[in-house]
């Protein structure tokens, strides 16, 4: 799951925070909390990442690059602008049913809002991922694939809505359903709304 980049003791902690984060939301990620939950000193932590929010910034900094390659090689990929959207789609749904706690981490913008550094990555990430998305709609629009009435831009923030609103309610129910599974019928639902009608 981490990043190469990384050592493998900041591997450790970051594995740790998000064990935490599952167990005891933000909030619980202290370092002390995290100290005593890999068993070694808050120095030996301190040495790694000088505080909780550079720990939150190497999460959100793995997720970035991680769903960055993925985005990217949709992008090359040959598939058509729909096939492309299914697949984003069901990559997150998959990430977050491997790692929960990335929720916490990626839809906390209201709890980072004191925190410029948190508040900017998340931004930086949003832009990103927005700007593929539109990308990838407007290249279905030239070929007649996603429907043509509606600007790119606003079918993006539609798509994105559903999709984080989606992982929201999957989050706040404690997990209660499926989100792949699930997931399949908001797909199904997100391309009949926005496929070009013939």
Do not use: C
Request: net charge negative; glycine share 6%.
């Amino acid at each position: 799951m981490m990043n190469n980049e990384l050592t493998e003791r900041q591997q450790e902690i970051i594995h740790a925070s998000l064990v935490l984060i599952e167990e005891n939301g933000i909030q619980g990620l202290t370092i002390k909390n995290l100290a005593r939950k890999i068993g070694f000193s808050e120095s030996a932590v301190y040495r790694h990442y000088e505080n909780k929010i550079q720990i939150l910034l190497a999460i959100l900094g793995y997720f970035e690059e991680n769903t960055g390659q993925f985005y990217a090689g949709q992008m090359e990929s040959g598939t058509n602008s729909l096939s492309k959207i299914e697949n984003i789609f069901r990559n997150h749904f998959k990430k977050f049913t491997d790692n929960p706690s990335l929720v916490s981490v990626i839809f906390s913008e209201e709890i980072f809002r004191n925190e410029k550094e948190l508040t900017e990555k998340v931004r930086e990430i949003m832009e990103k991922y927005s700007s593929g998305l539109i990308t990838i709609i407007e290249s279905g629009q030239k070929n007649g694939v996603i429907r043509r009435d509606v600007e790119a831009s606003l079918l993006a923030v539609m798509v994105m809505g559903a999709l984080r609103l989606f992982v929201k309610q999957w989050h706040m129910s404690d997990y209660s359903f499926d989100l792949v599974r699930d997931g399949e019928k908001l797909i199904d639902m997100i391309k009949l709304i926005i496929t070009e009608k013939s």
